[in-house]
């Protein structure tokens, strides 16, 4: 079992900047590659990023290349995502997620074996 545990949410004026934490415990050594997710009100719940557990392999989605960058400290079993730029369409519940499954190239939603509880994120002036 792998617990999670995300924190640094808030409101944040657009075009501002939030950094998100995910603090993973438990069978550490199982996990492949961990993962962000977002979920928008009437929305499906989608992939924004993915970092690999044991290399430095990271992939994104489209629509926040080149303003989120995902990054671990291995050392304390976290992940973070920094975001910058941030636009009201980023507004949503965060997700940190875990994969024994998948590598950090083919995480999904559907893959992920472990979630954290949600972080909320709202952009919005």
């Known amino acids: 079992q792998v617990q999670l545990v995300e924190s640094g949410g808030g409101l944040v004026q657009p075009g501002g900047s939030l950094r998100l934490s995910c603090a993973a415990s438990g069978s550490i050594f199982s996990i492949n590659a961990m993962g962000w997710f977002r979920q928008a009100p009437g929305k499906e719940r989608e992939f924004v990023a993915a970092?690999?557990?044991?290399?430095?392999?990271?992939r994104y989605a489209d629509s926040v290349k080149g303003r989120f960058a995902v990054s671990r400290d291995r050392g304390k079993n976290t992940v973070y995502l920094q975001m910058n730029s941030l636009k009201p369409e980023d507004t949503a519940v965060y997700y940190c997620?875990?994969?024994?499954?998948?590598?950090?190239?083919?995480?999904?939603?559907?893959?992920?074996?472990?979630w954290g509880q949600g972080t909320q994120v709202t952009v919005s002036s």
């Open positions: 970092i690999s557990w044991s290399d430095v392999n990271t």
């Open positions: 997620a875990a994969s024994q499954r998948s590598n950090v190239f083919g995480m999904t939603v559907r893959n992920a074996d472990y």
